[in-house]
């Protein structure tokens, strides 16, 4: 047997005792259906329940808590750089949303109407938000007077609404959750400064606390968001190979400012229009972290934002199973002491093979088991999520290694989302290829000439949109390369350089 | 002139300077309108702002930065006990809502109906909730099935809606903010066990932080919540004599839990109902403390929950200002290591005096004063917001006494909101004497016979009703009487004790 015969074997081997234990376990394996891994996965984690309100979740406990720990890094970060929340009405006369001529044949087929509030049928309905520049540029008139109350830098926590034919938790909901950011300045440059520091921001959250390598880039005109001058994104790639736009920051020039009046007296005592922005990340980061992560065992968080960094399981007989459990108590203690998030497992009704396969399948980075005969040692068992190994560790060495495991598992999860985006991207002349490529399920690096009827007809052929252009100086795929011709048309390409087509979701 | 003279001359000098000074701040005195004083304060203060959305607000940065420290403090305390944050979607089918008898009827006028999704004319339509446990029991039954699964103690932060005809900002708004709390027990005891638990928390919090002296109790039979089997409070006094009803905790018995069919095998394998709480403190707690607090300059924060602390405005002229500022932001960093929140005022456009003013009506506890003779002399000018007077104190002390001095003004509003409810609450056996106090803007210790008839008739009257009847263990008005009669009927009195009567917000 060759060395690459035995490293087949030895996968093969490897993927035979993944499919048992997923078997075992009940998580459909990801290469036999991802659809139905992603959809049991967040079932049997227990981050989210289907609801009986049409195409909206219940978000369960464990899944509330890792939205919560995403909203405090965010929000503490807004705050750091001046920005200040409010709160604004969920919402919105219908005429506002009409008032920006794109905005409202964007969101249109989407808004729910509120017709009704009490016994009195209104005759200017409601809709509920499924944004809130309309409301905000029109309370900005009113707030704004001089260059001297500018720049505003707001924005909220909360929900928004936007019809979903299929519901896919945290993916597809008609209710979701997110931070809407809105800013106004008394210039362009300033303006796009903004967009600029939240885009990089999001690339930072991403990057550094979710292990999620992201590309940022702008949009085409035709992927643009409802009213905006121009948009950008951070796409990353999931375990499938498709696209999740995972943040977007908007400059929207003057065009809501018109709309709703939002004018200062500049330094020169000239009447001026504000310049604005907005930017958000939603409850659909959390699909990312699910399908970038995840294997055939189930999640994996990452230990930067993970609910329950570490979970404690004593292993203990009928007879000594409390004197296992307040051991436990004192090494999750010990560990609480270094700021770690730990969880010990007190069940006494469930096996311990099975509060292993839980605790792996809702992804927790690192496991300790504590028996009595290990008590007697002084010793423990570790085992990292991202590992098949049990380590067996002296008790004082897994609690002071602990915070060097976890960035090791934080480091580990980035590097292989960032090889695993790079193994499925290819760079592609011919449409052939280009083609081959996508129904492989790759992400494609082309020219493309940026006619938006070609990227219509792309669409239609294969699925695939240009998730963006990266940008000059993004992290990836942000070469210049001049005089290339679009993989479609044969034109001259646009952008100086290749853009990025894939499918999304 | 008499000594008495003499106070009352000073007190009409004090008033008269009041006066001026909110006059010339452009706040009507409480005394002429509270009303009006309290509309403008919100304003002025930037709390909040009128929405072109029919009884909704706006509620801006300073306020906004209040409700967040109020949502931190008591989701704290909240998961400290073992609760579980969840979302839950902001819609609920309208048959929920119709399926508990006594909750139709109770919300039913106040129903924003959500009946066209798209362009789709929905065939049953959705409600906006104005509370959730109709969805959230609908849940639970589908994640309950055994003794060993409960308590549930789950909670979720949200906004409610309920028509509104005439908006009070934080008081009175179609759209507000709050928790809930919903929780599921096996057995009645633990369930009333944790509506009281609750209860309690509420009332540490609105002592301790809020420094609100609050009545907890229980309300009669026609102000229950729609659908509880018990319903307690706790009682606020404003300072024009008004109640404020701050906080509720429901033991709501098995009704929600057979409508929805909330059921669990016991440890003997019998099937029964789950026994549920819900519970609330909403945005009107920042009603109470806008009106326990606030005097004819603005509000008054209570440094425990004040989003800003301490206030450092740099004294500076043209050719020092500079200078001043970068020594406020020294002073500010040396209080920010205590833990603090600090403000430097760095507005260089108005006035020292509109400053002092605009922090004033802000309600920040302390201002500290910088100029370039102080700084000099190695001094600081200190004002608290609930004295007239002004100290100079050397820097050192006026940096390591702060948080004294911050405990010290936070013991003071304390004690003066309970002086005023004490002072404002009168104990009568006849009703004339029941109608003048009411008439007078008290509150009225008096006996009930407990018939909902003679309530409603009460009401009618004087537009009081029983805010409740107070706990035994209640830190206020808990004394047992025995053998009273009603003031209205003459009837033998119920409860056992006297019960708090007062108009009510």
């Known amino acids: ?97 009409t008032k920006e001529a794109d905005h409202v044949e964007g969101f249109a087929p989407e808004l729910f109407t509120v017709s009704k509030i009490g016994t009195e049928e209104l005759s200017e309905p409601y809709v509920l938000r499924p944004t809130s520049e309309t409301i905000i540029g029109h309370m900005w008139a009113g707030w704004l007077n001089s260059y001297r109350d500018l720049p505003f830098l707001h924005y909220q926590w909360g929900s928004v609404f936007r019809a979903e034919l299929r519901t896919k938790a945290f993916l597809r909901t008609s209710e979701f959750y997110w931070h809407e950011g809105h800013t106004a300045h008394a210039d362009e440059a300033e303006a796009r400064a903004e967009v600029r520091q939240q885009l990089d921001l999001y690339h930072e959250f991403c990057r550094n606390v979710l292990a999620l390598p992201v590309v940022r880039g702008e949009k085409t005109a035709s992927e643009r968001f409802a009213g ?44 001026e229009y504000a310049h604005t922005t907005s ?71 469930v096996t311990n093979g099975f509060k292993y396969n839980d605790w792996e399948l809702k992804g927790v980075p690192v496991r300790i088991e504590l028996g009595p005969r290990d008590l007697e040692a002084g010793v423990v068992v570790v085992k990292n999520r991202n590992s098949e190994e049990k380590e067996t560790l002296a008790r004082e060495e897994a609690v002071s290694g602990m915070r060097a495991r ?76 001049e005089g290339g011709v679009c993989v479609h048309t044969g034109k001259p390409a646009a952008y100086g350089k290749r853009v990025i087509f894939g499918r999304q979701y």
């Open 279 to 349: 930017w958000a990340i939603s409850s659909r980061i959390i699909g990312a972290i699910i399908m970038t992560h995840g294997d055939d065992f189930g999640l994996i968080m990452p230990p930067n934002i993970a609910p329950i960094q570490v979970v404690v399981i004593p292993v203990g007989r009928k007879d000594n199973f409390d004197e296992m459990v307040a051991e436990g108590e004192r090494l999750a203690a010990e560990l609480r002491a270094q700021g770690l998030s730990v969880r010990v497992d007190k069940r006494d009704g």
């Open 1 to 97: 047997m060759t060395k690459a015969g035995g490293k087949q074997e030895q996968h093969r081997q490897d993927q035979g005792k993944q499919d048992k234990k997923a078997q075992q376990y009940g998580v459909t394996p990801q290469s036999v259906d991802f659809n139905d891994w992603y959809n049991e996965v967040v079932k049997k984690a227990d981050l989210a329940d289907n609801s009986p309100v049409a195409g909206a979740m219940v978000v369960k406990p464990y899944g509330s808590a890792l939205w919560e720990n995403i909203v405090r890094w965010l929000d503490t970060r807004f705050k750091a750089t001046g920005h200040e929340s409010l709160i604004f009405p969920t919402l919105i006369p219908m005429g506002f949303i």
């Open 406 to 481: 976890l960035d090791g598992i934080q480091a580990w999860l980035l590097e292989r989302a960032t090889s695993f985006m790079l193994d499925n991207t290819v760079t592609v002349d011919t449409y052939q290829e280009f083609q081959a490529a996508i129904e492989a399920g790759k992400w494609v690096r082309a020219f493309h000439c940026g006619d938006p009827e070609s990227e219509k007809q792309i669409k239609d052929d294969t699925k695939a949109t240009i998730r963006n252009i990266p940008l000059d100086d993004a992290e990836f795929f942000a070469e210049r390369e």
């Open 228 to 271: 905006a001058v121009a948009t950008y994104s951070i796409e990353g790639m999931m375990r499938d190979g498709k696209a999740l736009q995972s943040g977007t920051s908007h400059y929207l020039g003057q065009n809501f400012s018109r709309a709703f009046d939002v004018k200062f007296q500049t330094r020169e005592q000239r009447e």
